[in-house]
């Protein structure tokens, strides 16, 4: 089992920043891929980025230019900087690590709660 401990979010007004990080732990063996999905009210659970273990990283559209993942290896954690904030990104983000050894599972943190005022 992996487990992943979130930290960050909050309620902000719009275009302040937040940033958030997330801690894995477990069986990390294989984890080639770490990242952040968000879930607002009423929406299904977006992909925002990720990051692979090789630097490969991949944004929504929506947070292009706004938004920064990075991973730190040795500490096994990845970090969401998140600037000039909207209230469209307000919702509920999600840590994900992903192992793709013969399957693909995915492993998800509890969620924190990012909140954007306008």
């Known amino acids: 089992q992996v487990q992943l401990v979130e930290s960050g979010g909050g309620l902000v007004q719009a275009g302040e920043s937040l940033a958030l990080s997330c801690a894995a732990s477990?069986?990390?063996?294989?984890?080639?891929?770490m990242g952040w999905y968000r879930q607002a009210p009423g929406k299904q659970r977006e992909l925002v980025a990720s990051i692979t273990s090789g630097g490969s990283i991949s944004y929504a559209d929506s947070v292009k230019g706004r938004f920064t993942i990075s991973r730190d290896n040795a500490k096994n954690t990845v970090y969401l900087q998140m600037n000039s904030l909207k209230p469209e990104d307000t919702a509920v983000y999600y840590c994900?690590?992903?192992?793709?050894?013969?399957?693909?599972?995915?492993?998800w943190g509890q969620g924190t709660q990012v909140t954007v005022s306008s």
């Open positions: 994900n690590a992903r192992r793709t050894l013969y399957v693909i599972t995915d492993y």
């Open positions: 477990g069986n990390i063996f294989s984890i080639n891929a």
